[in-house]
């Protein structure tokens, strides 16, 4: 970015006082305060933090609802609040393309508020605006021009920069709201395409938007938004301040930062980019790790990648895969010849992909790993191991596939079972296991039971996938879901003397895996799981 890595923070209330939220978002690392009048309401208290901050550092907005604003007056009315407001000095103002185009009388007074004409030269020429005696830092063409597209993001993006471009902002900015992580992926395309020619905002609302934000400062953005606290948000998907400081570094993030991300449907209640971050972090790595939501069919997920492996400029090195792609991430890898390494094909599901030296996409699975990993530390399976342990799974799914894979070349007798038993039937046959009807499961002699299915998550955390009275003394019970980090299967399984191993031990298993395949060094596992417990409730 031009003068670093800036985040502007939107206030969108005058409760708390203003100047008092001012303080709390520039002493976290705002770098502009952009004032939302057409959400705080109240002129006044606009008018009194402008006055009181010489130092500026304000983005003055009054957004028409038709963008997404809460402005639903009459044009006159607004300009003339921007005008008032205008002569008080802040940075920038933000006019949407569509009022600017409006009219020539309004044209010029947004002009003569943001001075966006420069004053003639001793021989008639214009002089350039940065030659006015602006003070530094402080330009004196404060117009930010901006288009909001409310209903998704179009195909020919250029266009619209390119009718931005016709006009004399100092920034352009355009917002579009993605359907997907390919959306907001194209967003940042236009940032990599056009952000050198002059100062650009380029961003995707919505949760599938996140990334743009993140990687605004990567690809050149002149600045992201974010909310000084969570419900404070002045566009969906804004992240929080503290999110973009503390989570995802955007200080440190440059040209150089490599691109790493969890892709599924949904991922917004994903902790791996809070832990993986901090891996990150704590290893000094020039790294970011974002939330990549691809919708859920195979079709989607297979474009989705397709983009990504032919867009090298995106600098993706390595993702991971979570419900329900870790099957269609198997099939794009073989139906692109594309390798497949051993632990993967044997499931026939992959919950990593790299991107090799070479630029050649490989899939991985470091989930049936990640689940010895957490059973070896039960202490019933820490002496003998799990060679002949009669273990049940719950699912038949990609996490299903890989922990069943593994624990059968443990030598662990192994059954299935799902409530579709077309699927546990051929899951069984694939692998070579047993399988029992989902009306049966966790009857019989069981050691081990196995929750591979999401019952239980979050926002669901009142459900369970096993009636308490099946769950017997002497079990051990593990669950692969971790939010909440003691979901009711395992509430279930200790009132009932059974061992218990929360979804936690698995998740850092598998992302300490997934950090050393991506970075070449061991991750720091106290790290990683010292995160987890301050992100999950006790």
Same mark, same amino acid.
């Given at each position: ?14 409760? &708390? ?46 957004? *028409? ?7 639903d ?16 000095n &802040?940075?920038?103002v ?14 010029q007074?947004?002009g ?22 602006? +003070? ?62 002059? +100062? ?45 400081v ?8 440059? #040209?150089?930062? #490599?691109?790493?991300?969890?892709v ?8 791996s980019p809070?832990v ?41 090195g ?20 594309l ?33 010895v ?40 007798e ?8 077309? #699927?546990?039937?051929?899951? *069984? ?37 096993? &009636? ?5 003394p ?9 939010? &909440? ?5 395992l509430?279930?399984?200790?009132? #009932? ?13 598998? *992302? ?27």
């Amino acid at each position: 970015m031009r003068a670093g890595a800036q985040i502007a923070v939107s206030l969108v209330s005058a409760d &708390p006082p203003l100047e008092r939220q001012v303080e709390q978002a520039r002493r976290a690392g705002a770098s502009l305060i952009e004032l939302r009048v057409d959400l705080i309401g109240d002129p006044g208290a606009v008018t009194e933090v402008l006055r009181s901050n010489g130092d500026g550092g304000f983005i003055l907005t009054i957004r *028409a609802a038709v963008e997404g604003g809460a402005w639903d007056g009459d044009d006159a009315e607004r300009i003339a609040l921007i005008e008032s407001l205008g002569l008080l000095n &802040p940075d920038y103002v933000d006019v949407e393309l569509a009022t600017w185009r409006r009219s020539a009388n309004l044209r010029q007074k947004i002009g003569l508020v943001c001075d966006t004409t420069p004053p003639l030269g001793p021989c008639g020429g214009r002089l350039p605006t940065e030659t006015r005696g602006a +003070p530094p830092g402080r330009p004196r063409n404060k117009l930010i021009l901006s288009r909001h597209d409310l209903d998704g993001t179009p195909t020919d993006l250029d266009r619209v920069y390119d009718e931005l471009a016709d006009s004399p902002a100092a920034v352009l900015k355009y917002v579009t709201t993605a359907r997907d992580a390919a959306d907001a992926l194209r967003v940042l395309g236009l940032l990599h395409r056009r952000g050198t020619e002059r +100062p650009l905002i380029a961003l995707a609302m919505g949760e599938a938007g996140l990334a743009s934000r993140v990687l605004a400062a990567k690809f050149g953005g002149f600045l992201t938004f974010a909310a000084l606290d969570r419900g404070g948000e002045s566009a969906p998907g804004q992240p929080t301040l503290d999110e973009l400081v503390n989570v995802y570094r955007f200080g440190s993030i440059g #040209r150089n930062t #490599r691109v790493f991300g969890v892709v599924g449907w949904p991922v917004q209640h994903s902790l791996s980019p809070h832990v993986h971050n901090a891996a990150l972090a704590a290893a000094n790595i020039n790294a970011v790790y974002v939330p990549l939501p691809v919708g859920p069919s195979a079709e989607e997920f297979r474009r989705f990648m397709d983009f990504v492996k032919t867009n090298d400029w995106l600098d993706i090195g390595g993702l991971s895969v979570t419900i329900p792609h870790k099957q269609h991430a198997f099939n794009w890898l073989r139906d692109r010849g594309l390798p497949v390494r051993d632990e993967a094909r044997r499931c026939g599901a992959v919950n990593t992909l790299a991107r090799e030296a070479g630029g050649t996409w490989s899939g991985h699975n470091t989930d049936g790993e990640g689940v010895v990993a957490a059973l070896a530390t039960t202490p019933r399976l820490a002496g003998d191991g799990l060679r002949g342990r009669a273990i049940e799974i719950l699912g038949a799914g990609g996490v299903a596939r890989a922990v069943a894979a593994a624990l059968l070349r443990r030598g662990a007798e192994v059954t299935v079972t799902n409530r579709s038993p077309e #699927r546990a039937a051929a899951l *069984a046959a694939e692998l070579g296991c047993s399988f029992r009807p989902w009306e049966q499961r966790a009857l019989g002699n069981v050691d081990v039971l196995i929750n591979c299915t999401p019952v239980g998550m979050s926002p669901q955390a009142d459900e369970t996938p096993v &009636p308490p009275e099946r769950l017997s003394p002497g079990m051990v019970a593990l669950d692969t879901v971790y939010t &909440p980090r003691r979901t009711r299967f395992l509430r279930d399984a200790a009132a #009932r003397g059974c061992a218990t191993v929360c979804g936690v031990e698995m998740f850092v298993a598998q *992302a300490a895996a997934q950090h050393e395949l991506w970075h070449g060094r061991a991750a720091d596992v106290s790290v990683m799981r010292r995160t987890l417990d301050v992100c999950l409730p006790p």
